[in-house]
């Protein structure tokens, strides 16, 4: 992989670690401008190396998910380490995780209880198995690098835990629950959710 075909975006003002100065880099701005900066930087490249958190790794595959741009090489840097690996390693495609709004899901999704409610009341399905139904806590959805591509499991406030299901997709029929996406909530309680796996997956480089 040549440099000219690399570019390094860096996210929340941070800078870029050294095994990466000599790379073509962008800065990406705020929530308003921050599709323009990422749009820019992965038209030309093969592979963009992300600094930053989880949910601006799923910012960056939010983009080439809507500008279909998924045989772009993604490599996520955190912290000092692994920038090397990033600029070096191999990539291989793993499934994509989605919601209904077009949202990529790298980390972890949450169903919780909407305006500090003790539970929330509704249905939980992961592909044809019944994950809950009835009144839960917690419900966390994770990807997973294999086919069928996510699991989910229910959370007791006493941290107890069910197994997880596996499947291509969750999905929640509720009164009303909070959703968090990698660690950002969205703006208002919602009646209905689903998190599943895109015809297509990503190229994550390791």
């Known amino acids: ?21 000599d790379l073509p880099t962008v800065t990406v701005g705020t ?24 949910a601006d790794l799923a910012a960056v595959l939010t983009r080439l998910l809507k500008t279909e741009r998924l045989d772009v090489e993604v490599a996520h840097v955190r912290g000092r380490f692994g920038a090397g690996r ?16 077009g949202t990529v899901l790298v980390g972890q999704a949450r169903w919780l209880p ?19 139904d009835g009144t839960v806590w917690e419900v966390h959805i994770e990807p997973i690098a294999a086919v069928p591509g996510l699991r989910a499991r229910v959370v007791a406030p006493k941290a107890e835990r069910t197994g997880w299901l596996v499947g291509r997709a969750a999905q929640l029929g509720t009164t009303g629950a ?18 599943y796996r895109h015809t297509q997956g990503w190229l994550r480089v390791r």
């Open 1 to 21: 992989m040549t440099s000219a075909l690399t570019a390094v975006l860096l996210f929340g003002g941070r800078s870029a670690p050294r095994p990466l100065r």
């Open 31 to 54: 929530d308003t401008g921050a599709a323009a900066d990422i749009d820019a930087a992965t038209e030309s490249a093969r592979r963009v190396i992300v600094v930053g958190s989880q």
């Open 86 to 101: 990033a600029r070096r390693g191999a990539a291989q495609r793993i499934p994509l995780i989605r919601d209904e709004t």
């Open 114 to 132: 909407a305006d500090d409610a003790e539970g929330f009341e509704g249905e939980g399905i992961v592909d044809d198995g019944v994950l809950f």
């Open 178 to 195: 909070s959703v968090v996406r990698d660690g950002v909530p969205m703006p208002r309680p919602v009646r209905r959710s689903t998190f």
